[in-house]
């Protein structure tokens, strides 16, 4: 029901990083969770990261992108982001944002099926 647009996505190589975005057109960011899930071909969407944007202090990763990736927000932007270093060919993928309106990520942040608003998507290609 939310329109997201993703940006930032685009080819690397290995090693190297991007920073994808997500904004809602149509909507500010208060008290929402908002999380990047990914998607390769013939696998599952899986989540990658959330953070609620009120501020509770958690945030979420995969164990894979640990210590690599960073969900961030800015306010003033009214944007969400993902920092991502040290890339590998493992994190090809369609990377999407999601957002599940005035609740807290909680302990299942990874279910797709909590969320209800999903941006269309933007390509991540890591070639080695």
């Known amino acids: 029901q939310l329109n997201l647009v993703e940006s930032g996505g685009g080819s690397v190589q290995a090693g190297g990083s991007l920073r994808l975005s997500c904004a809602a057109s149509?909507?500010?960011?208060?008290?929402?969770?908002v999380a990047w899930f990914r998607q390769a071909p013939g696998k599952e969407r899986e989540g990658v990261a959330a953070?609620?944007?009120?501020?509770?202090?958690?945030?979420y990763y995969r164990d894979s992108v640990k210590g690599r990736f960073t969900i961030s927000q800015d306010n003033t932007k009214n944007t969400v982001y993902l920092q991502m270093h040290s890339l590998n060919t493992e994190d090809t993928a369609m990377y999407y944002c999601?957002?599940?309106?005035?609740?807290?990520?909680?302990?299942?942040?990874?279910?797709?099926?909590?969320?209800?608003?999903w941006g269309q998507g933007t390509q991540v290609t890591v070639s080695s």
């Open positions: 953070l609620f944007t009120g501020g509770d202090g958690n945030i």
């Open positions: 149509d909507y500010t960011f208060s008290r929402d969770c």
């Open positions: 999601a957002a599940d309106l005035r609740r807290r990520c909680g302990p299942r942040w990874f279910d797709k099926a909590l969320f209800d608003s």
